[in-house]
């Protein structure tokens, strides 16, 4: 069951085990995906920028290391660069900062999903996955405080379970489920490119929409 | 209203009310940094609304001094980014060789990690004693602590690692004293080390410069104040002069980049060569 909205923007975080997990689930979304998908994933920080780019080799989704003042744009998987936070800019660019760590992480999942909560109000996804840290919680909070969605990946599903078992049990995300459900979800939330209209199924006459 | 558009509006009239109360301007910060402040202000001082804060502000200078710590960059360690300071011994220091007195400008220097950093690198290369550094920000308290140059020892030990990972060609306890759990600057690094209130939001241009070093704070910045920083310092360089900004920052929002030459693209190091933006697009300024 898809619930009866759609969403703005999708925020998501790993830690540990987040490379496959991120992989499997951008690949199931399509090149023209229609929402704006930041990510942060937990790495050393002497890495390299360009690292998302090698990610799921057959993914259709383009993924760009995110720079500061872009615009979150629709359709691309933006990923924080090692060694800086990433925010979501009050007017949906992206924004970078070297603050200090936050859950001994840098860039860490909370920053970027507090920021993002605080744009999209109800309008956000906000997903966690697999890590061995307490990252993500305060941001899966604050993202429900202000009426978005959050899904944490299922603890037992998790390559790592500790940083979704602290989300499940501390912040109360509206779903918990595994990696494919979750990559079916972020296609159900997202808007559709062609509203269909119900009636047109079952074969009653679609609305006039040439008259202005 | 959504409870997070309120939170907007509330932090908008907040800024409004502290620069007109108090001329701190922090109307152009980058919002989504700032908003993380304000609500870490809010957490460590009990208030449950950026409204609640703002009667409280007016009134209390005390208060405002909180408010300022909580917004300004103070985040700095020594030798951050090793290869960056690597970039600066081997491509910009044969430049800065070719003058017979050197000047610097350290823009937000914070608590002065990074200026004796730099001051370290220039005594190493033999133009120390030719050089003026001034290393500025707007946040008093900071300042008197980069002046007093004292440091906790438990952070040298990776400072040290940055330092030699760096470049470093002696060893950096060789640059300190060291006194129970605390080390402070040596003398001989401070003395050509002038440090100076200064805000790149609301202040100017107050000297010709060789070498100016920004680093981190510009993404901290909206775009219209990134293009007020960066006209200062092309205000500020000398013909040939270099500017080096924080890895994830650019000239490109400022229409100055046709007028720099890259000299590192991975640690943004520019070389000034053009006309100044402002003698070429409005005539010398006023």
Redesign the interface.
């Known amino acids: 069951m898809s619930p009866a909205r759609s969403m703005q923007a999708v925020v998501m975080g790993a830690s540990a085990g987040g490379w496959a997990a991120f992989s499997r689930i951008l690949t199931a979304l399509p090149a023209d995906y229609a929402l704006p998908v930041a990510i942060v994933l937990h790495v050393h920080p002497g890495q390299g920028e360009d690292f998302p780019l090698h990610m799921a080799p057959g993914r259709r989704i383009p993924v760009r290391p995110a720079?500061?003042?872009d615009p979150f744009l629709p359709g691309v998987a933006h990923f924080a660069?090692p060694d800086?936070?990433l925010?979501?800019?009050?007017d949906k660019t992206l924004?970078?900062?070297?603050?200090?760590k936050v859950c001994h992480s840098r860039p860490s999942i909370d920053?970027l999903f507090?920021?993002a909560?605080?744009?999209?109000?109800?309008g956000l996804l906000g997903v966690l996955l697999t890590g061995a840290s307490s990252d993500g919680t305060n941001g899966i909070k604050r993202i429900n405080?202000?009426?978005g969605l959050t899904v944490v990946q299922d603890p037992d599903t998790a390559e790592h379970p500790t940083m979704p078992r602290s989300a499940v049990t501390h912040a109360s995300p509206w779903r918990v489920l595994g990696l494919d459900a979750i990559a079916q979800l972020l296609l159900d939330l997202a808007p559709k490119p062609h509203p269909v209209f119900p009636d047109l199924e079952s074969g009653a006459t679609p609305p006039d929409r040439s008259r202005p | 209203m959504?409870?997070?558009?309120l939170?907007?509006l509330e932090i908008d009239l907040f800024l409004e009310g502290v620069y007109r109360r108090y001329g701190y301007d922090f109307r152009n910060y980058?919002?989504?940094?700032l908003?993380?402040r304000m609500?870490g202000l809010m957490a460590a001082t009990g208030h449950s609304s950026v409204i609640e804060m703002l009667p409280k502000v007016f009134s209390d200078r005390g208060f405002l001094i909180r408010v300022v710590d909580a917004l300004s960059i103070n985040?700095t360690e020594m030798f951050r980014d090793p290869p960056f300071f690597l970039a600066l011994r081997e491509k910009v220091v044969p430049y800065l060789k070719t003058y017979p007195f050197i000047k610097v400008w350290h823009a937000g220097c914070a608590s002065g990690e990074e200026v004796y950093s730099l001051a370290i690198l220039f005594k190493e290369e033999g133009i120390y004693d030719r050089t003026t550094f001034f290393a500025t920000d707007f946040n008093a308290g900071t300042l008197e602590k980069a002046k007093a140059g004292i440091y906790p020892l438990d952070t040298m030990k990776k400072f040290a690692g940055n330092y030699l990972a760096g470049g470093g060609k002696a060893a950096l306890s060789d640059y300190f004293h060291a006194e129970y759990d605390s080390v402070i600057v040596d003398g001989s690094l401070k003395k050509n080390v002038t440090f100076a209130m200064h805000n790149l939001a609301t202040d100017g241009v107050f000297g010709e410069m060789h070498l100016i070093l920004c680093r981190?704070v510009l993404?901290?910045f909206d775009?219209q104040l990134q293009c007020r920083a960066a006209g200062l310092f092309d205000d500020s360089l000398v013909h040939g002069g270099i500017l080096a900004l924080?890895s994830?920052?650019?000239l490109r929002?400022t229409e100055l980049a046709d007028y720099y030459d890259m000299l590192d693209e991975k640690w943004r190091i520019y070389r000034k060569t053009g006309a100044t933006y402002l003698a070429a697009h409005w005539g010398a300024p006023t």
């Not at chain 1, 909560?117 to 109800?122: E, F």
């Open positions: 720079q500061d003042k660069p800086y936070h925010l979501i800019e009050w924004s970078l900062s070297a603050d200090p920053v507090e920021s909560a605080s744009v999209y109000g109800p405080e202000l009426g | 959504e409870q997070h558009e939170e907007q980058a919002r989504a940094s908003q993380r609500r985040v981190n993404i901290y775009a924080g994830k920052e650019t929002f």
